[in-house]
């Protein structure tokens, strides 16, 4: 009894060492807490609020819809409900939800005690939320965007949508985008980089794969749309035609960067909610999930072939035949990984022992209804029957099926499992499946009728309908549906209330789950983990089942917190061997400054007041660079910066950091858009009805050859300095530094020099248009570059950076190799191709 007692207050001890540490603050402070279970729980709370305004808009339309020629809400307000309704569901909801159960989950399920930028997390957060507010501001102020939840061009040009309605989803959706990303880049590399030790990739729970197959998409799959919102911003505000085929440009351009983001933005929200599925079923069926290779396999190809199907969007707007063959094919080989999935989900469920406690009816009812929204799917992807059903509700019956049935389905399942993890006490189960049935009728009942009603002829968009053309009894079923679904979502929320009032306390690991968050404390402390576990296993609790109790009780590695930092392993991504030890940045005030400043340059760049943007851009670039500062290797508070005995070295002396694998995963996203750049220019050369390039290249290539050679030696002065730190050498690295800066000035110098000297007639010509885009894009990350090396060159100075702490420098160079690629490439575009093409 008293070895017990005495185990025991050592825990206690322990614990309350590592809240010292790890902890949360309170009151205003806790805008400070950058802890990924906090900022997930944000994420979360948040789409879930908006869920609910997403909701409430589509029952105002579902009333106006109800019967024909009805005048509830006039032709004007109801496009902006309309477009309001799509766009909170899908870029308010539905990505940030599942991200943000992502960050609570992805550290706990791998063996971590935080993601590997803990104040990256907390400042997408805020950029979601302020992004959030501005674009539904909008809607209150009565002037809310109105062409779509797609935007599409010329209704949203400044001809056909004067004032400030569609900049409000421009900017605003812009904003949220960053957030969009930026957890893209969290979670790719705490997947890969912070991996409990021995948990190779082919151990990690299938949910961990599904994220960062999401994770990748979204760092490849949103710049297109921030590209798309960026030019459509500059021809409203700037004139620059991009879109206007009287100047050269084509708004089928528009389109195309939409549906290459809009296409796989359809897996990237599937996939999670595939995730969920994957990691209950095993759990409710008593067993492993069947074909975990196969599966794997089926995630990665799902994530490669999304990316070919965005033309299945724009059938019907003429594009080539053989195109239309080859993206009919590619839309329904799609069918193939996702039918691998659903078979191994099936063939789980056949060979276990499956107990039905709530989160598996809404399993059950997600695989009934993703195997209609697929088979309609399949259907769409034939081009004949496509142009038959194109903008009718046969489309939105579906895109309800795939997008609302097979993510709030498996999204329910989740939150009714994980609940405990959440609260520490278990739902109501009777009033769990009174909210389970409700909603699975009013779903079915609302878009199953709604098929029938796009094949009668009805077309999406229209805010009331004749009498007499058979679509008044569907319409009125499709309503009742509506509010009966609208219940069954009401009756969970009160369970979900209730539940943390007069919820029984749940037991440890109450679902005899196999992964590896159910060894935390439920609720889970700040630190998740007191000591970090070996996991060679797939299987980790159902393995070793006193797992928590043994984490508790300190009788694994890293449960050291005398010397104050922040820790958790870095692993190999492979592998996950122990590389390193990563110390991670605490509590900040700067995620949300930050967000902050670049909310108000968003609100200047809306009023169009740009002396006032300029003063935000100031603003949000010191706080930025500030946080860059003091989120380097050695923190302030940090004086001690080595590692004990018999532990690996502090990732701060590697040159294979965290920090690198984000910078690259970073320039991937950055890549992407930058491809879409090239992209456009190629489209509109190729395709634009009225494309107008002038004889002679408007641009003198000379002085662009002499800024591209400066910035080509920058570049590998640059990569010399980092080899010789590998050599443990560091002398005048310092003044090399102050060197490598001055020179990347001069390149710039030399290259708005060429700008202002040229031709170039931005706002008359897309031609012209796109080069200066291009000329913006190449000088933001040479400025960029010569920023980074300055403020390096002064780290040396403080004697931050060295031989001895190499780290940040080997982070700032893929970004001059970035830079120096991209110029060369938009030399051969802007100069080489125009040459080549008129002598060919």
Not at 98 to 125: C, N, Q, T
């Amino acid at each position: 009894m008293n070895t017990n007692n005495e185990t025991r207050k050592a825990e206690a001890a322990l614990h309350d060492e590592f809240l010292k540490v790890w902890g949360n603050p309170r009151g205003w402070r806790a805008l400070t807490i950058v802890n990924h279970t906090t900022v997930g729980i944000r994420f979360m709370i948040t789409g879930g609020i908006f869920f609910l305004i997403g909701g409430l808009l589509a029952m105002l339309m579902r009333t106006q819809l109800a019967l024909p020629e009805q005048e509830i809400i006039e032709p004007k307000l109801y496009d902006q409900l309309f477009t309001m309704h799509g766009t909170v569901m899908m870029f308010l909801f539905a990505v940030p939800v599942l991200e943000g159960l992502a960050m609570y989950l992805i550290p706990k399920m791998i063996g971590a005690r935080d993601l590997v930028f803990p104040r990256l997390s907390a400042f997408g957060y805020w950029c979601y939320l302020f992004g959030s507010l501005i674009l539904m501001s909008s809607l209150v102020l009565g002037i809310a965007p109105a062409g779509g939840w797609f935007m599409y061009t010329p209704l949203t040009n400044e001809v056909y949508s004067p004032g400030p309605n569609v900049d409000f989803w421009l900017l605003g959706i812009t904003f949220i985008e960053i957030s969009a990303v930026s957890a893209g880049i969290e979670l790719t590399v705490s997947i890969l980089r912070t991996r409990t030790s021995g948990m190779a990739l082919l151990h990690m729970p299938l949910f961990c794969w599904y994220i960062l197959v999401m994770a990748l998409m979204i760092v490849f799959g949103f710049p297109p749309l921030i590209l798309g919102s960026i030019l459509l911003e500059l021809e409203r505000a700037a004139g620059m035609p991009f879109f206007d085929v009287a100047r050269g440009g084509d708004p089928i351009l528009w389109q195309h960067l939409f549906w290459l983001f809009g296409h796989p933005e359809v897996y990237i929200i599937f996939l999670p909610a595939a995730g969920i599925v994957s990691t209950l079923l095993p759990v409710f069926s008593r067993q492993p999930i069947v074909g975990y290779r196969w599966i794997v396999l089926a995630i990665i190809a799902t994530g490669f072939i999304s990316f070919g199907l965005w033309v299945h969007h724009m059938f019907t707007v003429g594009i080539p035949q053989l195109a239309q063959a080859f993206f009919s094919m590619a839309s329904m080989l799609v069918a193939i990984p996702t039918g691998i999935q659903l078979f191994a989900w099936l063939a789980t469920l056949w060979t276990g022992r499956p107990v039905y406690h709530v989160p598996m009816l809404w399993l059950v009812g997600f695989l009934f209804i993703f195997m209609i929204g697929g088979l309609t799917g399949v259907m769409l992807a034939l081009v004949p029957f496509n142009w038959q059903v194109h903008d009718t509700h046969f489309v939105v019956a579906h895109l309800h099926y795939v997008m609302v049935g097979g993510i709030i389905f498996p999204l329910l399942a989740g939150l009714y499992y994980w609940l405990p993890h959440f609260s520490g006490r278990m739902p109501s189960d009777k009033l769990a499946r009174w909210g389970f049935w409700l909603t699975f009728v009013g779903f079915n009942t609302t878009f199953l009728v709604m098929h029938l009603t796009g094949l009668l002829g009805m077309p999406r968009r229209v805010y009331t309908y004749p009498a007499g053309l058979g679509w008044e009894l569907p319409n009125s079923i499709s309503s009742v549906g509506g509010f009966i679904m609208a219940m069954g979502i009401a009756m969970v929320l009160l369970d979900i209330v209730l539940h943390f009032r007069f919820g029984r306390l749940a037991c440890t690991n109450p679902w005899q789950a196999d992964t590896l968050e159910w060894a935390t404390d439920t609720p889970p402390q700040p630190y998740n983990f007191i000591s970090l576990p070996d996991c060679s296993t797939r299987h980790p609790m159902w393995d070793q089942p006193d797992l928590q109790a043994t984490i508790a009780e300190g009788h694994h590695r890293l449960s050291e917190i005398d010397h104050g930092r922040r820790e958790t392993w870095g692993s190999d991504p492979v592998s996950g061997a122990i590389r390193e030890i990563i110390h991670l940045p605490g509590n900040s005030w700067l995620p949300f400054y930050s967000a902050l400043a670049l909310s108000g340059l968003c609100i200047s760049l809306l009023i169009r007041n740009y002396s006032m943007a300029l003063i935000a851009m100031t603003v949000s670039l010191v706080l930025l660079l500030s946080w860059s500062w003091k989120n380097g290797a050695f923190l302030e508070e940090d004086s001690d910066s080595a590692a004990k005995p018999g532990y690996p070295q502090l990732h701060s002396r590697t040159f294979n950091g965290p920090g690198l694998w984000g910078m690259v995963v970073t320039l991937l996203a950055d890549g992407a858009l930058f491809l879409s750049i090239l992209f456009g220019w190629l489209y509109l050369r190729i395709v634009a009805p009225n494309w107008q390039a002038p004889e002679t290249v408007p641009l003198a290539w000379q002085p662009l050859l002499i800024s591209g050679v400066l910035l080509t030696i920058a570049t590998f002065w640059h990569h010399f300095i980092v080899l010789r730190l590998r050599e443990d050498r560091d002398d005048h690295l310092q003044g090399q530094l102050w060197s490598i800066a001055a020179v990347g000035l001069v390149h710039c110098g030399v290259l708005i020099w060429t700008w202002s000297a040229s031709s170039l007639l931005a706002t008359q010509t897309a031609h012209d248009a796109v080069i200066a885009v291009i000329l913006m894009y190449q000088l933001f990350h040479s400025g960029l570059a010569v920023i980074m090396t300055t403020l390096q060159a002064m780290r040396v100075a403080y004697g931050y950076v060295g031989k001895a702490a190499p780290y940040e420098i080997a982070v700032v160079k893929p970004w001059w190799l970035y830079t120096t690629a991209v110029y060369w490439l938009s030399f051969m575009a802007v100069i080489m191709l125009p040459i080549v093409w008129r002598s060919a």
